[in-house]
């Protein structure tokens, strides 16, 4: 018998968010309706509950690689953040908030506003890798990986001068 409940994920944070349940069914008990084809997959870009809460609270910021194309579903590494609105309104002043509540953030922009690094993010910077879902690893992203540590290693340096 095939499954007749689906538990779909968010498109903003990647948590479960939508439980799917079948509403129609063939005579020997499976759904009309494959419902496995669902599963873990996010199926429209309205965020959860828990992703509403935070966009009242501020501005959503999710990092991507830098070499992903995919505008509709890019390549996430896993930094996650919510700023207040008025940080956003200082770096993108002509960008509607009301309409925009949720921007996508290369990871080399990520780390040059000092934002909190992934275990993925540290990853790439430490073994000098990209994911092999995007582009193949080329002399510009090599390049590209040195200016990020060498960035990380100045901001490591400042936060400990400043702990000090």
């Known amino acids: ?34 419902m496995e084809q669902f599963h873990g997959k996010a199926l429209n870009k309205e965020p959860c509950q828990e992703c509403h809460k935070n966009l009242e609270q501020g501005i959503i910021l999710i990092s991507i690689s830098d070499d992903c194309k995919d505008v509709n579903n890019p390549f996430r590494t896993g930094g996650w953040v919510v700023v207040k609105e008025e940080a956003v309104r200082l770096v993108l002043p002509d960008i509607d908030l009301t309409k925009h509540r949720i921007f996508f953030m290369p990871d080399s922009t990520w780390l040059e506003f000092g934002l909190p690094l992934s275990e993925y993010q540290k990853n790439l910077i430490n073994n000098n890798e990209i994911d092999d879902s995007c582009e193949k690893k080329t002399e510009q992203n090599a390049n590209r990986i040195d200016e990020l540590k060498q960035l990380q290693s100045g901001k490591d340096k400042l936060n400990n001068d400043l702990t000090r």
Not at 7 to 21: A, H, M, N, P
Request: hydrophobic letters at 30%; a positive charge.
């Open 1 to 34: 018998m095939k499954p007749n409940v689906s538990l779909t994920k968010c498109y903003v944070c990647g948590r479960d968010s939508t439980i799917l349940l079948a509403t129609k069914y063939k005579k020997n008990g499976d759904p009309v309706l494959d």
